[in-house]
C-alpha cells in the first residue's frame, strides 16, 4: 500500500469519526447536514461543539452555532484555500463582509466586486449557497457574532469589535438597502391547512408521517420548523382527556419544548395538543414504531423508517410539497407558513391574541400582532369611521 494510499484512506476515516461524533451530538442537537458537516468541519471545530453541549447551552443556539461554522468553513476553503484560522485576522473578517454585502447595481460594471464567481460556484456545489444577490446584513452580523462566540469558546481574541469591521457593515448596508420580508409569502390558514391533509389522506407511511407533521406543527402554535425536526419522543407527556358537552372526550398531551428561541433562563416552555392532531400523531407513533428518540424521521423508498431525525429543510420541503399536491403555488408557502397560519387562524376565529400568543410562544406582542391584526384590519371598524 502506497504513503498516498494510506493518506487517503486515514482522511475518510476521519471524516467516518467526526461524522460518528456529531451523531452522537445530535442526540441532543438536532443537526443540519450532518455528513457535509462531517467533511467540512475540523476535528477540533467538533471538539468545541461537543465542549458547548456539555456547557448546556440552548439546543437552538448550538444548532445556529454550528450551521454558521459549517457555512464559515466552507467559505474559508472556497475563498482562502484552507481551513478558519483561529483567531481570524481583521483582514479576513473585511473579506467576509466584502463577499456577502455588495451593491448589484455596481455589480454590473465591476465584476470582481462582491463574492468572486468561483467561491460563489464552490459553495453552491457543497449546497451551503441557495440565495442569489447580497446576503441580508442581519445574516452576516448573526455569522460575524457567532465566529465571534466561537473564538471565545476556543480562548482566543478576535478583531470582531475593531472600528474598521464596524464601518466596512455600516457603509456596506447603507450602500445597499434591503427591504424587509416575511418567511412565507402566505400563510397556512385553516383552509389551507385542510387542503394539504387531503392529500395526505392515505395509509402510507409518508401519508401518516406528513399528516402528523402538519397537524402538530400547527396546532402546536405554528413551531419552527428546527423545533418540529428536532421533536424527541421524550418531550412528549400524556395528558387526561378534555371533557366536551355532549361529546366523547378529547386525547390530550404536553410537548415540552424546553429552552426555545425566545424563552429565558431554565424555562420549560410547554404546549398543548387536544384531538385529532394527537390521534394523528400518535397514528404516526405507532406506524413507525417509534418508542424513544427522534419522532419525525425519514422514510426510504423501500419503506424504511430511518433512525435519524428529518433534517429542518426537509419540513419545509414537506410543506411545499403538500402545497403543489393540493394545486397550490409551492413557491408561496413554507414552513413558516405554519406559524404566521396559526396566529392568522386564530384572529379568524376570535381567540384573544394574548390566549393564541399562550399556544405560539411568541414573547413580542409587536410581532404576534403582525400576524394576528391582519386578519381583522380589513374588515374591522377602524376601516369603517366614515
Excluded at 461537543?50 to 454550528?66: D, I, K, Q, Y
Excluded at 472600528?163 to 447603507?174: E, N
Excluded at 407533521?213 to 418531550?235: D, K, N, P, T
Amino acid at each position: 500500500m502506497t504513503k498516498k494510499t494510506l493518506s487517503v484512506s486515514s482522511v475518510t476515516q476521519n471524516v467516518l469519526n467526526r461524522a460518528e461524533q456529531l451523531d452522537n451530538i445530535a442526540a441532543v442537537l438536532p443537526i443540519d447536514r450532518r455528513d457535509k458537516l462531517a467533511e467540512i468541519l475540523t476535528d477540533q471545530d467538533v471538539e468545541t461543539l461537543r465542549h458547548l453541549v456539555n456547557e448546556g447551552m440552548g439546543e437552538n443556539t448550538l444548532r445556529a452555532l454550528t450551521s454558521d461554522l459549517g457555512y464559515l468553513e466552507a467559505w474559508s476553503h472556497a475563498a482562502t484555500g484552507g481551513a478558519l484560522p483561529w483567531p481570524a485576522p481583521e483582514a479576513l473578517l473585511l473579506k467576509f463582509v466584502a463577499h456577502h454585502l455588495w451593491d448589484p447595481a455596481r455589480r454590473e460594471t465591476d465584476p470582481d466586486h462582491g463574492m468572486p464567481a468561483e467561491v460563489d460556484q464552490a459553495l453552491r456545489d457543497g449546497g451551503f449557497l441557495r440565495s442569489t444577490g447580497p446576503h441580508a446584513p442581519d445574516t452576516v452580523r448573526r455569522r460575524l457574532a457567532n465566529w465571534s462566540t466561537l473564538t471565545k469558546w476556543r480562548g482566543f481574541n478576535g478583531a470582531f469589535a475593531s472600528p474598521a469591521l464596524k464601518s466596512a457593515i455600516r457603509l456596506a448596508v447603507r450602500a445597499v438597502p434591503r427591504q424587509r420580508r416575511r418567511k412565507s409569502a402566505k400563510a397556512v390558514t385553516g383552509d389551507i391547512m385542510a387542503k394539504m391533509l387531503a392529500t395526505c389522506a392515505g395509509e402510507s407511511l409518508r401519508d401518516i408521517r406528513d399528516r402528523a407533521i402538519l397537524m402538530v406543527g400547527f396546532a402546536s402554535g405554528g413551531r419552527r420548523r428546527s423545533e418540529i425536526a428536532g421533536l424527541r419522543r421524550e418531550q412528549l407527556t400524556a395528558e387526561p382527556p378534555i371533557a366536551v358537552e355532549g361529546g366523547a372526550p378529547l386525547p390530550s398531551l404536553s410537548i415540552h419544548l424546553g429552552r426555545t428561541k425566545t424563552s429565558s433562563g431554565d424555562s420549560d416552555e410547554v404546549v398543548y395538543l387536544t384531538g385529532r392532531p394527537v390521534d394523528a400523531l400518535n397514528a404516526w407513533l405507532v406506524a413507525a414504531k417509534i418508542e424513544s428518540g427522534s419522532v419525525f424521521r425519514a422514510i426510504d423508498r423501500w419503506g424504511n423508517v430511518s433512525r435519524r431525525a428529518l433534517d429542518p429543510k426537509a419540513i419545509n420541503d414537506i410543506v411545499k410539497q403538500r402545497a403543489t399536491m393540493a394545486g397550490l403555488e409551492a413557491d408561496e408557502f413554507s414552513a413558516h407558513g405554519l406559524r404566521s397560519g396559526y396566529l392568522t387562524e386564530a384572529a379568524n376565529r376570535g381567540v384573544p391574541l394574548p390566549e393564541a400568543m399562550e399556544q405560539s410562544r411568541h414573547r413580542s406582542v409587536q410581532q404576534a400582532s403582525s400576524y394576528y391584526n391582519n386578519a381583522t384590519r380589513r374588515s374591522g371598524r377602524a376601516t369603517r369611521l366614515l
